[in-house]
């Protein structure tokens, strides 16, 4: 069966297993309005999976590039005052518990900061079962879909990346995945919602508890 021969999960943190879309959105349209910036849909689809400085990069206008540092606040400052919005996903802490359980090492690779990771804890204290199996942004050097985020936590994993599959929720996920050569999961909870720039023969899931029936098949 398959599920033996996997023995690590990589999860993605924002909108993998909590459901922040929104708020990083309504974050990054109220630094938008702040700096006078239109923030476009397309804008809002590329910053998935992907660190608020180069989000930030990417939505700022070359004449305005110099203001990095002070959108990046302002879009983090709402985010973390809103964060009690946010909700974790169902099944999400139940699966990564039972996973536990059976041995698997259960570990979260996230494009977020470590003030904003360590804000997600306080609120959601269920996470706190693996925060000491969490790699954030200032832990590695080059943002996704750079492979160094994965690489660096596959190493602390001590697994062979043969034995480890990542799930994520963007398409800047999937090429993460890609470039790490490892074994990628698309989570995606509304159909309406799907990338389509993620290939359709990859594994796709819109609940956590799906997680099961996926590693059991011969999809990888």
Not at 37 to 64: H, R, T, W
Not at 86 to 96: C, G, L, M, S, V
Not at 156 to 178: C, E, H, R, W
Request: charge should be positive; glycine fraction near 4%.
């Amino acid at each position: 069966m398959f599920m033996k021969k996997i023995r690590g999960i990589i999860y993605d943190l924002d909108g993998t297993i909590i459901s922040t879309e929104k708020l990083h959105e309504s974050g990054w349209i109220y630094a938008g309005k702040k700096f006078n910036i239109n923030i476009s849909k397309e804008m809002l689809i590329d910053q998935k999976g992907i660190s608020n400085k180069a989000a930030s990069l990417m939505m700022l206008p070359g004449d305005k590039k110099h203001l990095l540092e002070e959108f990046r606040k302002a879009k983090m400052k709402y985010a973390l005052e809103n964060l009690k919005k946010a909700r974790i996903f169902p099944y999400a802490i139940k699966t990564i518990n039972n996973l536990i359980q059976r041995n698997y090492k259960i570990w979260i690779c996230t494009a977020a900061y470590k003030e904003f990771v360590k804000k997600v804890l306080h609120v959601f204290g269920d996470l706190k079962i693996i925060e000491n199996n969490i790699v954030w942004r200032e832990m590695y050097k080059k943002d996704k879909p750079s492979p160094d985020a994965l690489n660096l936590t596959i190493k602390k994993m001590n697994l062979p990346k043969s034995q480890v599959i990542f799930i994520g929720d963007a398409f800047n996920d999937y090429k993460t995945g890609v470039n790490a050569k490892i074994k990628f999961i698309y989570f995606c909870p509304n159909p309406e919602n799907i990338d389509l720039r993620v290939p359709k023969t990859i594994p796709l899931i819109s609940s956590h508890r799906e997680i099961y029936n996926i590693l059991k098949e011969s999809h990888f």
